[in-house]
């Protein structure tokens, strides 16, 4: 199982021909401290019910408070939100500082500016390798204010452009 | 575990804000034959090693095939591809009329003109309600003619626009 050169080259090559949608995820930490990382992975699962996925390594700092919390939120980004998708990619220590919250769901904590959020009870967890695929039930949401949605690809943050 | 009209709407409005990459996913039927859905799904979950995820309802007509496969190919799209795109996502039976296509994995259908392709086997299918997150081991794939990525957002194709 284990990945030859030729293997990661192109699969980090066909990654960088992809787009994707940002998001933060937030979570209570064990100890009560919010917890939040920036997320290119975050897909609907299913609208009825509303399930939402996203993936994570365990090797990331904030897995353990993902593994053990019960619920989570998912926020996602407009263009004018960029600094703090890179904040909530940085370390983890200083993510919340100066950073507006409140408690949500289950205490997850709701970041104040994001274009919509949605929370609710983290319904699976799946390992694979040293990685993890996370289900969420969402049960609980609100829209904020309209942007243009943040998007990554090849390393930098974009809004989207022209209908093709 | 049934949804409220409240629930759904907080969840659509919500992934209304969010912006996808375009993918197509491909699969050997049963019977051999090629079959082929447009996902906004795909997502990486590690590389090391290589793992993609993508999700899909076990309503759709495509789900028996991956249900049984073995291998599944994961097609990025450019700007280009929005044809391919909109009729991967058309009804089943045309979808691969007039489109060029080769045997790639495990017989797995490896469309021409994708800006990149990776394939492998399906290492898991995880079952969560009427749905399904599908990882696959990419062990191969290739680079093709570069473009803009394809990007959904609010029913309308697009490509990234400016850095934010």
Chains 1, 2 share one sequence.
Not at 13 to 18: G, I, P
Not at 103 to 108: L, N, Q
Request: charged residues 20%; hydrophobic residues 45%; aromatic residues 6%.
């Amino acid at each position: 199982m284990s990945a030859s050169p030729d293997d990661l080259d192109a699969f980090r090559q066909a990654f960088r021909r992809h787009a994707a949608g940002v998001a933060i995820v937030t979570v209570q930490g064990p100890d009560g401290a919010p917890e939040a990382f920036t997320a290119t992975s975050v897909a609907s699962l299913s609208a009825v019910p509303p399930l939402a996925t996203f993936n994570m390594a365990r090797s990331a700092s904030v897995w353990p408070a993902v593994a053990t919390a019960g619920h989570a939120v998912v926020h996602m980004l407009g263009a004018r939100n960029r600094a703090l998708a890179e904040r909530m990619a940085g370390p983890r220590e200083s993510r919340f500082d100066g950073v507006a919250w409140r408690a949500g769901p289950g205490g997850a904590p709701v970041l104040a500016g994001a274009t919509a959020w949605m929370g609710g009870r983290i319904l699976e967890r799946f390992e694979v390798h040293e990685s993890a695929l996370v289900v969420l039930r969402v049960d609980r949401g609100e829209i904020g204010e309209a942007d243009a949605p943040l998007l990554y690809h090849e390393r930098s943050y974009r809004a989207p452009g022209d209908v093709v």
